[in-house]
């Protein structure tokens, strides 16, 4: 059986509940005896931190260029680490965010897919879609702000990138979890990831040991 574990991404507009997911997931596949990590994008090292600070203020190819070498500084020191000894690791944004919020911002798709041409794409991806009105609402009800959620008309637009996102993830053949969570509770959400999870698991196993 190999000790390998899965790098899940967790992407979708702001208010679909990507933190809230992430949060509950974790502990409920440890709960079920899987190894976890938790993490995020951007991360919580140097330069992630510096993305955090500055997305509000550095703009388009700066913030593009900051937020992909944070993701390769990530994967260096934490992500495939994790992933390599068998964990679970649950990143809350990665690539799919990238190819979305920088999209946003004006940069072409050919530039995006360049400067990140050599991460690695999620064993899984979970793309979270949600009602644009209930988004807005509890993007207002948590007070957060970022120039990125601008009301529903950005996030009508946000969420179609993140459909076409889906696709492209599709032909470069990660399996892709498309889910709504406009009024999925989150142990359904739960449920339906495990579910996949646990059949990717399973199919690496030898014949013998599946029975
Ligand atoms: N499945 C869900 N159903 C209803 N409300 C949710 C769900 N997931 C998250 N929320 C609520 O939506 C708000 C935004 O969630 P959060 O996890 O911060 O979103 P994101 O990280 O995607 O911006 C929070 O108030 C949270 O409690
Ligand atoms: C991961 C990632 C984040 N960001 C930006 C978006 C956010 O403004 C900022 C911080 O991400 P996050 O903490 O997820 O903020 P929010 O919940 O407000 O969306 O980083 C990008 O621009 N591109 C990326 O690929």
């Given at each position: 059986m190999t000790d390998l574990g899965l790098l899940i991404s967790i992407d979708g507009p702001a208010g679909a509940g990507k933190s809230t997911l992430v949060a509950a997931l974790a502990r409920y596949l440890a709960d079920r005896g899987h190894r976890v990590h938790a993490t995020a994008e951007p991360s919580h090292g140097p330069i992630g931190t510096l993305a955090r600070a500055n997305a509000d203020t550095l703009h388009g190819y700066a913030l593009a260029c900051l937020v992909a070498a944070d993701r390769y500084h990530h994967l260096d020191t934490e992500l495939r680490p994790r992933r390599n000894d068998g964990h679970l690791v649950l990143c809350d944004r990665y690539l799919p965010s990238t190819l979305v919020l920088q999209r946003m911002d004006g940069l072409p798709l050919d530039f995006l897919e360049a400067l990140n041409a050599h991460v690695d794409l999620p064993d899984l991806a979970v793309v979270l879609t949600l009602d644009p009105f209930e988004a807005a609402d509890r993007v207002r009800a948590r007070g957060a702000h970022s120039r990125f959620h601008q009301g529903v008309d950005s996030t009508i637009k946000e969420i179609n990138l993140y459909d076409h996102v889906g696709a492209w993830l599709s032909t470069r053949r990660v399996p892709v979890l498309h889910l709504d969570t406009?009024?999925?509770?989150i142990r359904r959400l739960c449920d339906v990831i495990t579910t996949q999870v646990e059949a990717m698991l399973a199919a690496r196993r030898p014949a013998i040991e599946r029975g």
């Open positions: 406009t009024s999925t509770p």
